[in-house]
């Protein structure tokens, strides 16, 4: 367990619509970070947030969009749901994030998207 | 931004044989270089990483190498056993703190 939690696990939904995923990090983490892994393939950074403000922007969507609260947690919200948008998506938090160091990135256990 | 290819895409060997697994990057400016092993519909897991001021280093069977000269590093698994099978990430990161991912290795290990 590496003290990230991720709700849901599954999510089944339709296109078109709209979801929220939630991520918790490791207590003291003050860097979150989005991931999309499709089928087969290997994981596609989305996003970072650190202490509450985006610190940086990988391949995400503009029908995407992330925020992380006062409390650390973060939410990744999909909109306009399409099939392809059909994937695992982790998030993963490590202490700092500030840059000119790296920190270890630990993952939560993901949460199974299915758009229909 | 930084690009890491990984070579190769599935490798099979036998239990108690040697893996190898090899990863290229782009960036001079990466210094971090971690790897991870996900099982079937699990989370990635980080089982080592290297720095680079550092050339190799050593846990148990696994054992990672770090050429900045050539820009490529390598995960080397000795006496491999059928636990080991997963799919094998590397990463490389600029100290931005932001990781990127190598395409991934499908390792089996045949009992």
């Known amino acids: 367990d590496s003290g990230v939690t991720q709700t849901p696990k599954h999510l089944i939904t339709a296109t078109g619509q709209r979801v929220t995923l939630r991520c918790s990090p490791r207590?003291?983490?003050?860097?979150v970070y989005w991931y999309q892994q499709s089928l087969d393939q290997g994981l596609q950074f989305l996003i970072q947030?650190?202490?509450?403000?985006?610190?940086a922007k990988g391949n995400i969507l503009e029908r995407f969009s992330a925020q992380q609260f006062p409390d650390l947690h973060s939410e990744l919200n999909l909109s306009s749901l399409e099939l392809g948008d059909s994937a695992l998506y982790f998030c993963?938090?490590?202490?700092?994030?500030?840059?000119?160091?790296?920190?270890?990135?630990?993952f939560g256990p993901g949460t199974r998207l299915t758009v229909l | 931004g930084e690009n890491v290819e990984q070579h190769p895409s599935t490798l099979s060997v036998q239990e108690g044989d040697s893996a190898v697994i090899k990863c290229t990057y782009s960036?001079?400016?990466?210094?971090?270089f971690p790897w991870y092993k996900q099982e079937l519909g699990k989370r990635p897991q980080l089982i080592i990483d290297?720095?680079?001021?550092?050339g190799e280093k050593k846990d148990q069977r696994i054992a990672v190498t770090l050429n900045k000269t050539a820009k490529h590093f390598s995960l080397h698994i000795t006496e491999t056993q059928p636990e080991d099978s997963a799919v094998y990430f590397c990463?490389?990161?600029?100290?931005?703190?932001?990781?990127?991912f190598g395409t991934g290795t499908r390792l089996t290990v045949i009992p």
């Open positions: 960036d001079s400016a990466s210094n971090y």
């Open positions: 993963a938090s490590s202490g700092s994030g500030r840059g000119g160091s790296t920190d270890t990135q630990y």
């Open positions: 290297i720095r680079s001021n550092v």
């Open positions: 947030y650190y202490n509450g403000e985006e610190r």
């Open positions: 207590s003291g983490d003050l860097s």
């Open positions: 990463a490389a990161d600029t100290g931005a703190n932001n990781l990127f």
